[in-house]
């Protein structure tokens, strides 16, 4: 099937408040192929099923990890087939090969989670479970618009999501004071970045940063750059990408570099740790995505910060990415029917208990936009929303709002390799997006795994 482009499709507050954030994730679905697809190639009906993640049980036993342990622990308690929890530290998870490793391998897990962007990797591998049969249509229905469907495939759904996560950027209101500047010298556009950036700079702290580990979840935090300027890498079933906007997004992230006012490497767990770097005092300025806000709540509560929209290049217009992990079941795993039903269970629970879990998750141990309505109605009734930084993600940032790309690695791979060779090796950006286009062009022909958009 050949590819085709998503729509560039914001949505208004007026839209998010009344339970409409997700339609715009549903113009992104096409997928990768694996090497060899894991697990028990038979499928069948275990008592015990594995669950990979990258919250718990981890060593620091926060409110995350909590979370996953007392979710697992009440599903053991009422059912026969149990599930057990395997922590794959952040690093490892999102940027590492542990997951395809163990797919490649035969050794896949039962249940784990997956990004958007890396959806149609394990689709077009044939290792995804349909969870239709153990969804009620009350629970279907209770997802936001497009929510369901852009983890559908010929209208059979592979993934539950978790939340809904927007980018922005973090600023340290220390650090402003300290260079001697105010919220009137807050950044709009890219050239104010990098000239406010420099201010920022001193011996011990870097003006601004970006994620500069190579991987899923640095395309995701580069893609808005990219979006302000009208860019995308595929344009009606044919590549985009070798176009003024992504060679200007690629030199702008090269040229905080080159400025020395960005480092080369995040501390803690990379670009979207803003505890250990904004919050450490190690950078001034930093991209990440909500789920930060509860981070510094629980790490640094008493740590002075604020959020802006991303900034934008001259004439450009406001961009985020709407990102989420959504839960999946091994299709040739131990028991996946038993996964399904867990997975239906835990994130699509309509009763008061299944909106209370999604309410915790979404807005005390973790800070997403809900991707269900009644998680959200149950939210806005505790005033989650109401003030603060949260109220600027939902406000402002999220209605500018496009869901994560779904690429598969033969088109997003030549899109990283652009942004390392730029960011990091000072490559030319023109020649990074002219060669990065080749590759996918030439991909692009002889593709022929579930529909790219």
């Known amino acids: 099937m050949a590819a085709t482009s998503f729509p560039a499709t914001p949505v208004s507050r007026r839209t998010i408040l009344r339970g409409g954030l997700g339609a715009v994730a549903a113009s992104a679905v096409g997928g990768p192929l694996l090497t060899a697809c894991g697990g028990d190639e038979s499928g069948g009906n275990a008592k015990e ?93 209770d997802y936001l618009p497009g929510l369901l469907e852009a983890r559908s495939v010929d209208g059979k759904v592979y993934g539950l999501p978790m939340e809904i996560e927007p980018l922005a950027m973090y600023y340290s209101e220390a650090a402003f004071e300290k260079a001697g500047l105010s919220e009137a010298d807050l950044p709009k556009t890219w050239d104010q970045t990098l000239a406010v950036a420099e201010k920022l700079t001193g011996k011990d702290r870097y003006g601004v940063m970006f994620e500069t580990l190579p991987g899923y979840y640095q395309n995701f935090t580069w893609y808005p750059f990219l979006w302000q300027g009208d860019g995308t890498p595929i344009k009606d079933g044919k590549v985009a990408f070798d176009s003024p906007a992504a060679v200007q997004a690629l030199k702008f992230w090269q040229d905080t570099i080159q400025n020395k006012v960005a480092p080369r490497k995040a501390l803690g ?49 406001p961009a985020t990415d709407l990102g989420g992990w959504a839960f999946v079941a091994n299709a040739k795993g131990k028991n996946p029917e038993a996964a399904a039903k867990f997975i239906a269970w835990a994130l699509g629970s309509t009763d008061a208990a299944g909106v209370e879990r999604q309410r915790q998750w979404n807005t005390v141990v973790k800070t997403n936009v809900p991707p269900r309505k009644s998680v959200q109605a149950a939210a806005d009734a505790k005033g989650a929303f109401a003030e603060g930084v949260l109220k600027e993600f939902v406000s402002e940032i999220a209605p500018t709002g496009k869901p994560e790309p779904r690429f598969p690695p033969e088109v997003y791979q030549p899109i990283a390799d652009a942004i390392q060779a730029c960011q990091l090796n000072a490559a030319d950006p023109g020649k990074a997006a002219a060669d990065a286009a080749a590759r996918i062009d030439t991909f692009l022909k002889t593709y022929q795994g579930a529909p790219i958009s």
Do not use: C
């Open 49 to 141: 099923m594995s669950f990979w993640n990258f919250y718990g049980p981890s060593d620091d036993q926060g409110p995350q990890s909590k979370w996953f342990i007392s979710l697992v622990d009440e599903w053991n308690k009422n059912n026969d087939v149990k599930v057990k929890l395997r922590y794959i530290p952040g690093k490892d998870y999102l940027n590492g090969t542990t997951l395809q490793t163990a797919f490649q391998s035969g050794q896949g897990p039962d249940i784990f989670l997956i990004s958007p962007g890396d959806f149609l990797r394990y689709y077009n591998g044939g290792v995804l479970q349909d969870l239709g049969p153990a969804l009620s249509e009350e629970s279907k229905n």
């Open 269 to 317: 767990d990379g670009g979207g740790d803003v505890v250990s770097n904004l919050g450490s005092g190690a950078t001034a300025m930093q991209q990440s995505g909500i789920w930060a806000v509860a981070d510094m709540r629980a790490r640094k509560k008493n740590f002075k910060y604020g959020i802006i929209p991303h900034p934008t290049p001259e004439g450009g217009k």
